[in-house]
């Protein structure tokens, strides 16, 4: 089986929380924050081509009590950067990010008073998807290493993921796609 193949030497019986991370990765319910035009590549994920059901995140719920990954993708402004954290603070723990574009990573193209330049500067990001903006797939694999990090059990954005090429600079844990 593959639960039992996964925990090793034949014991069923493990420490609890690898099993409640286990379950925790294949259940992941988004929060879609479409804020501005990645939002379309966003809502292409979940179309029968790229198909996020297959990692156990169909459910996409507007609801941030019923979430528990947060994906923002667009321009973010200050005005709108408050409303963001609200969001997040109604989310129960354990609690997760996916900062997806250009936009949300960095500010993107504007360099305004009125834009926030990368939202962690208020909320802990666990992975960054690069992009202007970001292929449906590459959400996916966003989605595929947020996986490893929550079976791994860290989150908060401990040590964070990054997906594509940020400002030409590959590091160890950047991922080219």
């Known amino acids: 089986m593959g639960l039992e193949s996964w925990m090793g030497d034949g014991y069923i019986a493990t420490k609890i929380e ?12 988004p929060s879609p924050m479409g804020i501005s035009c990645c939002a379309i590549e966003m809502m292409a994920a979940a179309g029968p081509r790229f198909d996020i059901a297959r990692f156990g995140s169909e459910v996409m719920r507007f609801t ?3 979430c528990d990954v947060m994906i923002v993708a667009g321009t973010t402004t200050f005005k709108m950067a408050k409303v963001v954290r609200k969001i997040y603070d109604q ?3 354990p609690k997760w990010v996916i900062a997806m574009g250009a936009c949300t990573s960095s500010g993107g193209m504007y ?3 009125s834009v926030v330049q990368g939202i962690d500067q208020f909320l802990p990001v666990d992975v960054y998807v690069a992009g202007c903006p970001p292929r449906p797939d590459n959400l996916l694999h966003a989605l ?4 490893e990090k929550v079976q791994r059990g860290e989150s908060k954005g401990m040590a964070p993921a990054f997906i594509g ?5 590959r590091g160890s844990n950047s991922v080219s796609k």
């Open 144 to 147: 595929m290493l947020l996986q």
């Open 18 to 29: 690898d099993v409640l991370n286990w379950c925790r990765k294949n259940s992941l319910y």
């Open 165 to 169: 090429d940020f400002h030409g600079s």
């Open 111 to 113: 360099r305004t008073y």
């Open 91 to 93: 989310m129960p723990e």
């Open 64 to 66: 941030p009590r019923q």
